[in-house]
């Protein structure tokens, strides 16, 4: 499988504000992000993206009649609202909820009625290595992970990563509460940090820089 992680942040490395602002990105990022959703089999969230964001995880500012990926939330106790746009779409568009056995029964079986497919993997967290296995067993070949600094922290501390992308922003928003690219519990010495290659950078609108890391 090959992993994708693709995210917009501040110069001070921030991908939302304390406020939980994470519009970012110019239009003109949007749409490459759009394209890169169209390319790849499924996109990855956190279920803090979910419930901060209320996003739609679909392709759109693209050619008519592309295919949505599948769209797959980390969510270890099932706390997806139901009335969320990803729930209510989910008959349409093919959604998976990746939890726990851990999490109310009652509650997966909501999710099931609404046509998402459910994948359990760990006790009381989900194992995300276990889970991206799943997913390549469904067929699924390339993935893109959409944040936030959690589940970014979780594929690269593990391996799983192939590729970095980054959009940085011409605006600083500080916030020791803020959320940042990749948080989790990180590590202690630079020489054990994770080492990527520089493969590519764009310039957007003249202000907006967009980087393209490969994982060593």
Avoid: C
Avoid at 36 to 61: A, C, K, Q, Y
Avoid at 153 to 171: F, R, Y
């Amino acid at each position: 499988m090959y992993v994708i992680l693709n995210a917009a942040m501040s110069i001070d490395g921030k991908i939302s504000t304390r406020g939980n602002d994470s519009s970012f990105s110019s239009r003109k990022d949007w749409i490459r992000v759009h394209k890169l959703r169209s390319s790849v089999d499924g996109i990855v969230v956190g279920i803090s993206t979910v419930l901060e964001d209320n996003p739609m995880l679909n392709v759109r500012f693209h050619s008519r009649g592309t295919k949505n990926p599948v769209r797959i939330i980390i969510d270890s106790k099932a706390r997806i609202p139901l009335n969320s746009r990803i729930i209510r779409s989910s008959k349409k568009i093919h959604t998976i909820v990746g939890t726990t056995r851990n999490a109310s029964t009652r509650k997966i079986n909501s999710l099931k009625r609404a046509g998402v497919q459910v994948l359990f993997s760990g006790k009381r967290k989900v194992n995300i290595k276990k889970l991206f296995q799943q997913l390549e067993d469904l067929g699924l070949k390339s993935i893109l992970v959409e944040g936030g600094g959690e589940i970014n922290w979780s594929v690269l501390k593990i391996g799983l990563a192939n590729e970095l992308i980054v959009t940085i922003s011409p605006v600083v928003v500080g916030g020791r509460n803020a959320k940042t690219l990749v948080e989790g519990d990180g590590i202690s010495n630079i020489a054990n940090g994770i080492k990527l290659k520089l493969t590519r950078t764009l310039i957007n609108n003249d202000n907006e820089i967009v980087l393209f890391y490969k994982l060593r």
